[in-house]
């Protein structure tokens, strides 16, 4: 398949603009922050001074005559997996950004994190329906597979259902993985609690939940046709008294709260990200902050 040249350029641009925050800023971080989930045996060798004597592995001792220590090795590779939403809601965005934009040059700044990690990457898309899924694997081909993904992805849903790919993840992995959910978390459906909470309790899940500003602030005074991006349903709403203020600041605020509660009921962490421009600052400034209570939890 060929791509168009104004694809490819976007691609292109996407993977140089990507690599560099990720050189310049997010290596490092991510490094920090996901330190390898255990330790796997290297060696023994003799005892020396100083050297824990729990470590000492008396089978070797015996046999040697004199003391002999395991040495072990911290485990690095781990598996990151990217579960983006692409339902036609990440299409809004009333600046330069849009939310899926900013949805995927995120993903993309991940996945380029893990891949200079050495770790193995995952992707599943998903609007209200399966998409795509990327089994993980590390390495410089499988990274750039992705990106080129997400930079040309052509979703065939268009509503969204987290719960939908919450279940198929918790089907494929197992093991302990890093794990970014991505969306707008416009959708009301219960049904994703469950799911939410298995991942949660696994894995090191993060919610990354974009919004763009026309979002949350009230319509102008009048009467205005608003159509459901995911759905094509048209509502009338009318913006003419105090009331339908409070009302519209009644339905954000209940929406932020549900969305808050999980991050207080679960052990998973959170990460609000805007359209403004701002959000590769922001996902820095979510690595530091993980960092600093790392830090603070070992003193």
Do not use: C
């Not at 925050?21 to 920090?32: C, D, M, R, T």
């Amino acid at each position: 398949m060929t791509l168009p040249r104004h694809l490819i350029r976007a691609l292109h641009r996407l993977h140089l603009r990507s690599r560099r925050q990720v050189q310049e800023f997010l290596a490092g971080a991510y490094h920090s922050v996901f330190k390898g989930s255990g330790l796997t045996f290297e060696e023994v060798r003799e005892y020396q001074p100083g050297d824990d004597i729990r470590l000492i592995d008396w089978n070797v001792t015996a046999r040697m005559g004199t003391p002999f220590v395991k040495r072990y090795v911290e485990e690095r590779e781990q598996t990151l997996w990217l579960l983006v939403d692409f339902s036609r809601s990440l299409s809004f965005g009333t600046g330069e950004w849009t939310k899926r934009a900013v949805a995927v040059e995120v993903a993309a700044l991940l996945g380029l994190s893990a891949l200079l990690n050495r770790d193995r990457t995952g992707l599943i898309s998903f609007t209200d329906r399966m998409e795509r899924v990327f089994p993980a694997s590390k390495g410089l081909p499988h990274a750039l597979k992705l990106l080129r993904y997400l930079s040309i992805a052509e979703p065939s849903g268009s509503g969204t259902d987290l719960a939908l790919a919450l279940d198929l993840f918790n089907k494929i992995q197992k093991r302990r993985a890093i794990v970014f959910l991505i969306s707008d978390f416009l959708d009301p459906n219960e049904r994703i609690e469950k799911p939410l909470r298995i991942a949660a309790r696994r894995h090191d899940l993060t919610l990354v939940r974009i919004l763009d500003r026309g979002e949350t602030k009230p319509l102008p005074f009048g009467l205005w046709w608003l159509e459901d991006a995911e759905t094509g349903v048209r509502h009338l709403i009318d913006a003419r008294s105090a009331r339908s203020d409070e009302s519209w600041d009644a339905t954000v605020q209940q929406d932020l709260m549900r969305y808050e509660r999980w991050a207080t009921e679960e052990p998973l962490h959170v990460l609000n990200l805007s359209t403004d421009g701002r959000h590769v600052a922001a996902l820095i400034d979510h690595f530091r902050e993980r960092m600093r209570r790392a830090g603070s939890q070992r003193r």
